[in-house]
């Protein structure tokens, strides 16, 4: 069994406002991880905390 764990961020915009991962953006991490044969992807960025949406 092969297990992939994709971790969900969000993104920050240039004006320092943040919004979260479009559909489109998840689904490219999840199969940037199957294809390159990533164990663990981070898709987005987790900090700063207090700018999260």
Do not use: C
């Not at 961020?9 to 953006?25: A, D, P, Q």
């Not at 940037?32 to 905390?49: N, R, S, Y």
């Amino acid at each position: 069994m092969v297990y992939r764990e994709v971790r969900l961020g969000f993104v920050i915009e240039k004006n320092n406002s943040s919004r979260w991962l479009t559909n489109s953006e998840i689904a490219k991490g999840i199969i940037d991880a199957i294809k390159q044969e990533i164990p663990e992807k981070h898709v987005g960025v987790f900090e700063p905390w207090n700018l999260r949406p």
